[in-house]
């Protein structure tokens, strides 16, 4: 089964006129895939400027997109129940959301720079609620509704939530509303 044929599964695509759909994954998620979105010519790029960050590549956040039906979404669709990534719903073309993720990677305090971990979804998760009372700088994360959901996929801790910012909300009874936040608990469709 594809990584499309799970989102389609959990009811996180939309029928008609979808967005794009891009992964935030740290390289160390799994054994050597950095070689594997070379191997399949994913296009994807590092949040952090690695140059000089001399051993940190496998911690390093990645975007890639995944394009349906592509052998990369054969790969994540079969390796689906142990990859920990962040699956990102946007227009906004791959360089525009490269360059606007990039801003968020890290921050400096008191002359010291940390770097976040917007590749591990339960990092980004509490990143992103950590912000649901914080409107300007959501959505400013949220690219000015250029990002229209989130979708954390933690199989290890398992996390399986969506969240969509307030403004970007489609009419939804199980969803719980927090500030500025649209969240939604991700399950597994039973058949009938």
């Known amino acids: 089964m594809s990584a499309y044929q799970h989102l389609d599964d959990l009811g996180l695509l939309r029928p008609a006129n979808s967005p794009s759909a891009f992964v935030l994954v740290e390289a160390s998620a799994e054994r050597n895939l950095l070689a594997r979105l070379e191997f399949h010519g994913v296009a994807h790029r590092s949040l952090w400027r690695l ?4 051993g940190l590549e496998q911690h390093a956040p990645y975007l890639c997109q995944v394009e349906r039906g592509s052998d990369f979404d054969d790969w994540l669709g079969e390796h689906y129940d142990r990859l920990a990534l962040t699956w990102m719903f946007s227009r906004r073309p ?18 010291r720079f940390f770097f976040l ?5 339960d990092a980004l998760h509490t990143y992103v609620a950590s912000l649901s009372h914080a409107p300007e700088p ?3 994360l949220f690219a000015e509704g ?7 996929h933690g ?3 398992g996390l399986s939530r969506r969240v969509q910012p307030l403004f970007e909300q489609q009419g939804d009874s ?6 500025c936040l649209v969240w939604h608990e991700v399950t597994t469709k039973v058949d009938s």
């Open 138 to 140: 959501l959505a400013r």
């Open 174 to 179: 199980a969803a719980t509303f927090d500030g």
């Open 94 to 111: 791959f360089p525009e959301l490269w360059q606007h993720l990039r801003r968020f990677s890290k921050f400096e305090d008191q002359g």
């Open 51 to 54: 140059e000089s960050l001399s």
């Open 117 to 121: 971990r917007l590749g591990h979804p």
């Open 146 to 152: 250029g990002i229209e959901a989130l979708y954390f």
């Open 155 to 157: 199989p290890h801790s």
